[in-house]
């Protein structure tokens, strides 16, 4: 897969991008990644970016210029191919007026071949760069960045996890937190909690523990230690319930719960009333 960043700081690229899985995943040919300076596709002596809004307002706003100039000299298909089904090319802007980034986006976007990333400065991007060059624009979170690089690295980082071959174990991406796919669940998702194995069904993770199984008198769970995985598949369950209903609970409206999910959910909520 193909990443294209187009920036007004290529250096910052440097760093975010050389270590753990994303380093791995270049090394082994999996991913590209082509940072592109956008000062290199202006036409002035100063190599300017940037300039005033139209109808006044405070700072600078990224021109179109030097990005039309960019995708153009990449031999990016045209928008109307790209908008076409199955293209396998898009163009994201990185914006706070972007859907919001979650790993149903990411698993969209890994599908293409390759994906360019605008990364918005200052005060914004000229609205033509949205309305007529970018597929679509995306956000990282409801907080506004001094610019789009940190959020372009969180998109190549996110996207290159669900690579074939980019993690040493496969079944990793699919037990994550956010995965947005039902886990399987033996004879079926109504028959009982998904194994410890399989994705969290869109639900936050359940506590991981390792050794020493006593820790300054902080202990592991007995439930993690007894060999039953019956048992430990639904002590999992429970607590992944447990942290998704106290600290996104706004998950659980888009999630398939299974009857056992919802028994253990309406146990935790008649715990939660006794306190």
Known sequence: MKFEILTIFPDFFRGPLDYGIVRKAREA?????????????????????????????????LKPEPIFGCLE???????????????????????????????????????????????????????????YLADREISVGDFVLSGGELGAAILVDTMTRLIPGALGNAASAQQESFTPTMADAGDGAENGPPSSTCGSGGLLDYPHYTRPAEFRGMSVPEVLMNGNHDEIRRWRRRQALQKTLANRPDLLRGVELSKEDRKLLAEIEAGEERR
Do not use: K, W
């Not at 300017?48 to 600078?60: K, L, S």
């Not at 790993?103 to 005060?123: H, K, N, P, T, W």
């Open 29 to 61: 040919g999996l991913i590209d990644i082509g940072i592109h300076d956008l000062r290199a596709f202006t036409e002035d002596r100063h190599r300017t970016v940037d300039d005033r809004p139209f109808g006044g307002g405070e700072g600078m706003v």
């Open 73 to 131: 000299a990449m031999a990016v298909s045209s928008r109307d191919e790209r908008l076409r089904p199955n293209a396998r090319e898009m163009v994201v802007l990185l914006s706070p007026q972007g859907q919001l980034f979650t790993q149903a986006v990411a698993q969209e976007l890994v599908s293409r071949d390759r994906v360019a990333m605008i990364c918005g400065r200052y005060e914004g991007v000229d609205e033509r760069v949205s309305v």
